[in-house]
């Protein structure tokens, strides 16, 4: 079959199915959709750059790690089909991040304190060096526990063999501990006792916690009396992570650092939404216990990594370039049984370097460096005006695979739309009603990116600026309603507010990352972080094009846009 005819097949699938309204479970097993051959990807829908096997199911990123020059990245994986289930945590290696090798699965159900699966962890370096890994075992009464593995062989940089001591596991659930909600170890820190601290997600009713645990030997564990951190009405807190951030600069933390000029970061994925938000507060080492600023909201309409399609995310001390690093798993926006028809699902989101704003309210994020070597064939522009209703295309590379950064001039805001306050919180639904196709005062403004020459189709990027009370609330949003030409697929639209006085700026930057079948961008300089996957079906390989759109009734100015095209990556063998 020619490639377009697979496309329009594989999309008249993913319609068909839509429409019956089958959607996405992440923990249910389709064991009947998991023997169909992958064949019928098309390849350019694949990503170019972004972290991703060659086929079948990945989900949260395990254990990120730098050992003996080395990163390591585990990922829970089904090596057996397009769907959750059978899962391992895969293995590959890097020098940059960005070009991976692929190795053997380094853990896999063999024991029972493991056999119904090897769900997510985390990895800890020993003050001498050793890796650990601490990651959750569903045991044959299909209880969940902690477990914990060694490398066989610490001379190996590759990390290839992993060891599962039989005194697993290290943590059962006891008394009062639900034992189908207690998961996701952290990474283990050390207390000023030198004795080792972990965190595992829970819940109970409907709090969310994360309980503590203390052990000398990091095999006999304690349960602290009281949670290290826990929230009302929250739900199950999957994939917990609890790291210092410096006060000033953008130097990462080893996760054991305590003392001066320090915070801590309280992140927590919520199984209820699947959405994840963070706080900003203060670990009191003697209590044992966290505690989230005033300015931090504790609930779901807290801060967020990302507000698109991002999950289950981790972080880890890059101790080579003394950097921390945030990973996080991008589901796919359509079916279960679209994933099962391409044939692979899921990638992760490009490795983010994070570091506190100088405020101290949030978390700035931005591409690793090395990201930049993929960068190839340039386009530059300066100083063009893009009057109420105009659009413009930047010319000169290939789009489908690029990286775009633009400083957006807004020189009167006199025209800002009011905000309706009860919106505060909830970006999204006011992104929902005000698209990119909406006309505004200032904004929407922004990119269309993976667009179609005759602009059928387009997924936009995009800022809109309202007047509140007492200031300016500016909206970040990726709308994905129109990415895929006549095709009904899942496009969920996702908003964020940036934190920015842009009545001082007057400017505001965007960076998007345009990788084929994803869309992560960077607003304000990571501020406002929105990744979403989007399937176009006239926008692909060379057909996609980028503009650069103004729908408010103010013009805007394109002060700087730079893009580059993107190379592709090693990407496992793929
Ligand atoms: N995924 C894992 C769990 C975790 C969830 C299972 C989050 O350990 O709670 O694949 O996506």
């Avoid at 290290?170 to 909600?181: E, G, L, M």
Wanted: aromatic letters at 12%; hydrophobic letters at 35%.
């Amino acid at each position: 079959m020619e490639t377009s005819h697979k496309i329009f097949a594989i999309l008249v699938v993913i319609f068909v199915l839509q429409l019956r309204g089958i959607v996405e479970a992440s923990h249910m097993v389709y064991s009947e959709l998991q023997s169909i051959s992958p064949d019928i990807v098309d390849d350019k829908l694949r990503t170019g750059y972004h972290f991703q096997p060659p086929m079948h199911w990945i989900n949260d990123p395990n254990g990120p790690m730098y050992y003996k020059g080395l990163y390591h990245l585990f990922y829970q994986y089904n090596p057996k089909g397009a769907v959750w289930g059978n899962i391992v945590w895969a293995h590959s290696i890097s020098t940059d991040m960005i070009n991976w090798i692929a190795l053997e699965p380094a853990i896999y159900p063999t024991k029972p304190f493991d056999i119904e699966g090897c769900w997510s962890g985390s990895a800890t370096i020993l003050s001498d060096g050793t890796p650990t890994i601490m990651y959750t075992g569903i045991d044959s009464d299909n209880n969940q526990v902690q477990n914990i593995a060694f490398p066989a062989n610490l001379s190996d940089p590759y990390l290839r063999e992993w060891i599962k001591p039989d005194y697993n596991p290290i943590i059962a659930p006891t008394f009062r501990v639900n034992a189908s909600a207690f998961r996701d170890p952290t990474t283990a820190w050390l207390g000023p006792d030198d004795h080792w601290r972990v965190a595992v997600g829970s819940k109970w009713n409907k709090r969310g916690k994360v309980i503590l645990y203390r052990s000398k030997d990091l095999k006999n564990w304690i349960q602290v009396k009281h949670p290290l951190h826990s929230a009302p009405e929250t739900g199950m807190w999957e994939c917990p992570d609890f790291f210092p951030v410096a006060e000033e600069g953008k130097l990462g933390l080893d996760t054991s650092m305590y003392g001066h000029g320090m915070r801590h970061v309280l992140k927590v994925s919520l199984d209820l939404t699947r959405f994840e938000y963070y706080t900003i507060g203060t670990y009191d080492r003697k209590m044992d216990k966290y505690v989230p600023d005033a300015t931090s909201v504790d609930n779901s309409m807290g801060l967020r990594f990302d507000y698109g399609n991002f999950y289950a995310s981790k972080t880890f001390y890059d101790s080579d370039k003394k950097r921390r690093i945030l990973w996080g798993w991008s589901n796919e926006s359509d079916s279960v049984n679209a994933d099962k028809t391409k044939g692979w699902s899921g990638i992760q989101a490009v490795p983010r370097t994070i570091w506190l704003h100088p405020s101290g309210k949030q978390l700035l994020q931005w591409p690793i460096e090395e990201l930049g070597s993929l960068r190839g064939k340039q386009v530059n522009l300066n100083d063009k005006v893009v009057k109420s209703g105009d659009y413009f295309e930047v010319k000169g590379i290939q789009t489908a695979q690029a990286d775009v950064e633009v400083e957006f001039d807004v020189a009167s805001l006199e025209k800002a739309e009011p905000f309706d306050s009860s919106y505060i919180g909830d970006a999204q639904s006011l992104c929902k009603i005000k698209g990119a196709d909406v006309k505004g005062g200032v904004g929407p403004f922004g990119l269309w990116v993976l667009a179609s020459s005759k602009l059928q189709e387009r997924t936009a990027v995009f800022f809109r600026v309202f007047k509140d009370v007492h200031k300016h609330m500016v909206l970040m949003c990726q709308d994905p309603t129109r990415s895929s030409f006549g095709l009904k697929l899942f496009k969920p639209t996702f908003a964020g507010f940036v934190d920015l006085d842009i009545t001082k700026t007057k400017k505001i930057y965007l960076r998007s990352l345009i990788d084929n079948s994803v869309v992560e961008s960077f607003g304000e300089k990571g501020k406002t972080c929105i990744t979403s996957r989007v399937y176009p079906t006239l926008s692909i390989g060379s057909n996609a094009h980028l503009y650069v759109f103004n729908n408010g009734e103010e013009d805007i100015k394109v002060s700087n846009l730079e893009a580059w095209e993107m190379r592709k990556a090693d990407m496992n063998g793929a």
